[in-house]
């Protein structure tokens, strides 16, 4: 079974940084891109980055470029988002996901996020 | 980026009636290679995270009720749950993955009348 658990949220202060975790069982880590998908509480989904299987390749919203890295530890089965430069509105729970064929087809429960002073 | 609109923006439906909900996509997410929509529908319980449905617009998930459906092609996409549980309370989203940056629609909430 897929497993995927977020670790690494928490408060910070506008302009701080966090680097969130997803470490990943019950399946072929290496084999997947993966992504980060953040939600507002209460409201909508909204992709922010992926990364390919070696970790060669990464894509990023336009909101989070240059503040956000994205990348991975295929010996630890880790994902990782690293957020600089946090602004009030990147707080949200963050979800790890991995990207099936053809599309995200598993999620982490999430970390929360609060960038607020 | 490609918006995703969906309608309504909650219904509410009796037990064992039908629900149907719209995807209208502002680009075509039709595929010229391979004839396939990218078009996904994800269903989020509340307190939970997303569950994939439904891919390629109308292909279940492995494990999903054949209850739910979907339906259209380039622009315009239906999800269809044929007659409404209570465990299907939720919302729903759908997502295209034929552009980057990958897009949601703003997600309909089903509730039971």
């Known amino acids: 079974e897929v497993h995927l658990v977020e670790s690494g949220g928490g408060l910070v202060q506008p302009g701080g940084s966090l680097r969130l975790s997803c470490a990943a069982s019950g399946f072929t880590f290496s084999s997947y891109w993966m992504h980060w998908v953040r939600q507002v509480p209460g409201k909508g989904l909204v992709w922010v980055s992926h990364?390919?299987?070696?970790?060669?390749?990464?894509t990023y919203a336009d909101s989070v470029k240059g503040r956000f890295t994205i990348s991975r530890d295929n010996t630890k089965n880790t994902l990782f988002l690293e957020m600089n430069s946090l602004r009030p509105e990147d707080t949200a729970l963050y979800y790890c996901?991995?990207?099936?064929?053809?599309?995200?087809?598993?999620w982490g429960q999430g970390t929360l996020v609060t960038v607020s002073s | 980026d490609i918006v995703m609109t969906q309608s309504p923006d909650s219904l509410a439906v009796s037990l064992g009636e039908r629900a149907t909900i719209n995807c209208k996509s502002s680009q075509s997410v039709l595929s010229n290679s391979n004839n396939n929509n990218y078009l996904a529908w994800y269903q989020q319980r509340p307190g939970q995270p997303p569950k994939l449905l439904l891919y390629?617009?109308?292909t279940r998930e492995s494990g999903v009720p054949d209850r739910f459906s979907g339906s259209g092609s380039g622009t315009d996409f239906t999800l269809t749950i044929s007659s409404l549980q209570a465990e299907d309370v939720a919302v729903y989203y759908c997502?295209?993955?034929?552009?980057?940056?990958?897009?949601f629609g703003q997600g309909t909430k089903v509730e039971v009348k």
């Open positions: 390629w617009a109308s």
């Open positions: 997502q295209q993955y034929h552009t980057s940056p990958w897009t």
């Open positions: 996901a991995r990207e099936g064929m053809p599309t995200i087809d598993s």
């Open positions: 990364i390919n299987t070696v970790g060669s390749t990464t």
